[in-house]
């Protein structure tokens, strides 16, 4: 059984869990590329046209995505050159936060 402490300290550690993943999606402009990608794929240069993001933080904060699980290669494209073409897709489809003085709740779908 675990003690008060015990408790206390893993409710630390799930709501700094929490922040965490709540600073990594709405940073800068990673939350642009998520909002692009929520309804349908696209590749990083579609992403790039529409949001204005640079083409370097696309691929960084892709690949941190990726990592998080937050976005998916939906498919890959080789065109008639032999040219790859990689459509990333979100799985949220909703993000939500409470954040008051005691505590923070998020919930992610």
């Given at each position: 059984m675990l003690t008060r402490y015990e408790v206390t300290k893993n409710w630390e550690i799930e709501?700094?869990?929490q922040i965490t993943f709540l600073k990594n999606l709405i940073q800068n402009q990673t939350?642009?590329?998520?909002l692009s990608i929520m309804k349908s794929s696209k590749t990083i240069y579609q992403i790039h046209h529409?949001?204005?993001?640079p083409l370097s933080t696309i691929y960084k904060r892709i690949k941190?995505?990726?990592?998080m699980d937050v976005v998916l290669i939906d498919k890959i494209n080789i065109n008639s050159?032999?040219?790859k073409n990689i459509f990333y897709k979100s799985r949220l489809k909703t993000v939500t936060f409470t954040l008051d003085e005691?505590?923070?709740d998020l919930?992610?779908?």
């Open positions: 709501k700094n869990l939350y642009k590329i998520i529409e949001t204005n993001v941190k995505l990726e990592l050159k032999g040219k005691n505590d923070v919930s992610v779908r």
